[in-house]
Structures are given as C-alpha cells and as structure tokens.
C-alpha cells in the first residue's frame, strides 16, 4: 500500500509512524510546503520517499494533517491528483467548513472527513511520536458521503492504530469541539499572558509555579499557525464557549466581591464531579 | 527527633512519609480534626502514634497542614502547647493572615511561616506520596521573626527533603502566589463548570475531550475545602488576577469578533514563549 501524508508534523509523522510499524510492507511518501520538515521527516524515517502532488496518482492511502485553512485549500488539488480507488483523510480540528468546501467535489466519494482527537503541545516532525493514537477517539462526519470501500480501507487502519470511531455531523462536531478542545486553548493561552504580563515587573514570579500552573498553562506552547486558522473557522461557536466562560468567571469575581465564600465552596463542590466525568477518558499522558 | 504533623492529608501526609524514610529514627505523632483521616494515616503508616494537643509539649518539630482559615484559629493554641525549643511549621498558601494573627503571640519566635510550593489536585492521607517536595520551592517568610536555632532545625528537615529555600515577605507572597497558583485554579474550576454546564444537554460532548482538557481541567478537582477559605484570605490580590484574566480574555473575544487573526496569532506567538520559562520551573510531573 502507498501511505501520502501531507504535512508531516506531530500529528502525520505520528500517524505514519504507527503505520511504518504495524504494517511493515506499506510505502511512506512525505509532500510538505516546509522543504526542512520533509528533510527532517526523511532523517527521522518517518517517511521513505519524498513526494509532490504530481505523485498522488499512485496512492491509495492519503493522511492530510495540515493547518485548517491550508486544507480547506488543498483538499481540493488533493482529490484532483488521485486515482478513483485512494481514500483521503483530513485530521483537522473543524469539519463544517472543510466538508463544505468538497461538497460539490467529484470526488467527493474519495474524501473521509476525520478529526483524531490526539496530540500533544509540541510541533514538527520530530515531535512525532508512537502510540499517540492508540485508544484515542476519531470522529469521522458525513460518512455516507465517501465510498464503502474506501471507508474500509480507512476504518482497517485507523482500527490497527488502536482508534475508537465515532460519527458525527459536522455542525455538531465544531459546536462540542469548540467547548472541550478550542475553549481550553484560548483560556490556557491568556492564562499565560496574564501571568507573563505580570511577571515583566516581577522577574521572580515564576519561582513560584509550581505543577498545578504548568498543567494549566500546557496548551500555551500550541502552535500558532495551527490555532488561529481553527479560531477562525469555528469563530461562532467559540465566541459561545468563551461567551459562557467569560460569565462564569465574572460570577465567581461578583462572589469574591460580597464575600459569599460558601457560594464559592459551592461553586468548586459542583465542579469537583470532573473527576469522575475525565476517569471515562482515554488520555495520553505525555 | 518527635515529629508532629497536624493535619494529615495530601501535604502533611507526604510530609512526613519523607520524614520517615529519610530520618528512621524520627518518632512521627499525627494530630487531625478527623478521626478517619486519623486512624487511615495509621493504617498507611503514615504516622506512628495518635495524639492530641496535649501531647505537643513532647514536640521538637510541628508541622501544621490544615486549611489556611483552621492555620490561623489553630496555630496559636499549638504555639502555646509547644515547648520553648521546639519549631512550628506551617504550610498555607496564604502568609500575610497568618504571620499578622502570630504577629505579637508570645512563641512567635518557634513559628516558622512556610509554603511549600507542591501538591497534586488529590486529597486525604491515601493521597500522600513520596519525594513529592524533592526539587520544590518552599517559600520562607519573616524569616528574621524566628529563634535562628529553630531556623536551623527547620532547614535541615527541608534540606534533607530537597526542597529549594526562597524567602520573601508575605505581602509579595501573597500577591505573586495568586498569579501562578490560585489564578490557575479558578481559570481550571471555571473551565470544568462551563464545560459540565453545557454537557447537561449534550451527553457525549466529553467522549470528544482529549489530554488536552484534561490537563487544563486537572485543577478544578481540587478540594474546595481546602480553597475557599485561600480565595477568602487573598481576596484582594486573586480579584486583581482575575480582573487582568477576564480582561485578556474579552481582547481575545473582541480579536474575534472584528476578525483579526492575525492579532489572534500574535497572541498566541507571544505567549508560546511561556515554552522557555516553564523549562525552569522544578516540575514535579505526576
């Protein structure tokens, strides 16, 4: 089988390289825009071949992991470039807009629109690392739209990484993602510069920190180029989530202000029950 | 050595666990409001006799770990049960109420004012783990207010722990601990109730969370017990934190809502380098 990932950072060097070692005879053809990462992919062995689109027509398997606005641009080259009977996949963190953009595709039977939810803090190629998939969920939206067979193919190997599926359309999708992954971003994001704002007059301020303020500010090491795209496709619904979050943080203020710290004892107790709501996660502890 | 540890839960319970396996000759008393986490600690061997205030005359090291509103009612009933050469520990996150409320207490010279920068969102004595100050920050403050015989004592226990000595005044205290700590906490308990607010309605919004909610949610599992009365006592400063946060967090909303990702980019570019700074912070990953 000829495995195409396009972008081969943390998320397609990753994917390729469970796939080098869980199916030994499958060949790994890299496309990047960045000429350093396909280099660097090479020396890592992520890859085995580089690649362009112009060698698409020989592939079966195609991995796009690419920021969010390069794919909704891309995805359609991509499917011109292929033969009928290769599967494409996205892995981007918004689905509505990139389905959108192939509806009218005529290929759009080759299409298998993925969101891995999977990853880590880091970015490039050498940040890929093995396993980063297993037991993690892959929601797939509009499966009805993309051709049985290659829905198989992609289901076989997403299966043989250690993937859950679940489906999901792709309103629905960018509405809850936006609340579980994309809120968390943004408040770890100004979490990090409230502090470093801070801390410009008070140089030993980070002294201070200890593991709880890494944990929580983790997700402000996230790439940029990766982020802002997805804030813009899914600007709506994440103007909701921080909508209600800026709200409940105003609240707990207005709390603090008239010294009702039984509400506030209130307020964590009630919140406390994310304890048994994470144990149901499959998390990748890194 | 007899080492007394006056509240037993997460802290005070790896406190002494350490204690234990780096001083065996040490004879460790436990003291607790509860007599479940009492006879628990026993069971974990955490300590080795139950006592009481009473039996505080026989103490040459106290170690206080009770919730910061507790610390201050408590400690000056402890300062006055215990023996002129003996030195009492305390470990609350708050310092200004406290070192004020000892501030003309007779024994304030045996009161060392103390925060050891380490934790997990874990609680009780089951919690308690090994080496967890190995490495960390423990903050000293108004050092000079206490006899430099018990200073001594006091640091070698710390030192013995690998615990890194900072000493501050517990105004500074105060105001830099609730921009790397007590912030953290309420962006993470108020991440949880927004997200445990919309899941009401939509079952499976949690399948969709990975490692990266996880992390930023980790402290929202924090005993509220243990953080209202913190909230209480550094009312003004963690208000002033949270007015910075909310602030940042409505540009951000604002970059949004008049489409301007490139400023949402550099934003985001700016706060990335909180990368660098974390590299120095003693991180105890758990």
Redesign the interface.
């Known amino acids: 089988m000829n495995v195409f990932v396009i972008g081969i950072g943390l998320i397609g060097g990753s994917f390729v390289k469970d796939i080098k070692a869980k199916m030994p005879e499958a060949k790994v053809f890299g496309i990047d825009a960045n000429p350093e990462h396909l280099e660097e992919a090479l020396a890592l062995g992520l890859i085995e071949y580089k690649a362009t689109y112009e060698d698409l027509d020989k592939a079966d398997f195609v991995f796009v992991s690419i920021p969010v606005n390069a794919t909704v641009k891309e995805l359609p080259k991509i499917l011109d470039s292929v033969q009928d009977d290769c599967v494409v996949c996205d892995a981007g963190s918004t689905k509505e807009l990139i389905c959108k953009a192939l509806a009218n595709h005529p290929k759009r039977r080759n299409f298998l629109a993925c969101h891995p939810?999977?990853?880590?803090?880091f970015s490039g190629p050498s940040a890929a690392i093995h396993g980063l998939y297993e037991g993690?969920?892959n929601?797939i939206c509009e499966v009805e739209k993309t051709a049985f067979k290659l829905q198989e193919r992609a289901l076989e190997i997403f299966q043989l990484l250690g993937m859950r599926i679940?489906y999901m359309n792709p309103k629905a999708?960018d509405k809850?993602?936006a609340?579980?992954?994309h809120?968390?971003?943004?408040?770890?994001?100004?979490?990090?510069?409230?502090?470093?704002?801070?801390?410009k007059n008070?140089r030993?301020?980070?002294?201070?920190?200890?593991?709880?303020?890494?944990?929580?500010?983790?997700?402000?090491?996230?790439s940029?180029?990766m982020?802002?795209?997805i804030?813009?496709q899914n600007?709506e619904n994440?103007?909701e989530?921080?909508?209600?979050?800026?709200q409940?943080?105003?609240d707990?203020?207005e709390l603090?202000?008239v010294?009702d710290?039984?509400g506030?004892?209130?307020?964590?107790?009630?919140?406390?029950?994310?304890?048994s709501?994470?144990k149901?996660?499959p998390?990748?502890?890194?």
Chains 1, 2 share one sequence.
């Open positions: 939810i999977a990853g880590t803090e993690k969920t929601i679940r999708h809850h993602i609340y579980v992954s809120l968390s971003h943004i408040s770890s994001f100004m979490l990090g510069k409230t502090v470093i704002e801070k801390e008070e030993d301020i980070f002294d201070m920190a200890g593991s709880g303020f890494e944990s929580t500010v983790r997700l402000a090491k996230s940029p180029a982020w802002a795209p804030f813009e600007k994440v103007i989530t921080l909508n209600e979050y800026i409940n943080l105003m707990f203020r603090l202000l010294d710290f039984d506030i004892y209130n307020e964590m107790n009630n919140t406390n029950k994310i304890k709501i994470l149901g996660i998390i990748n502890k890194k």
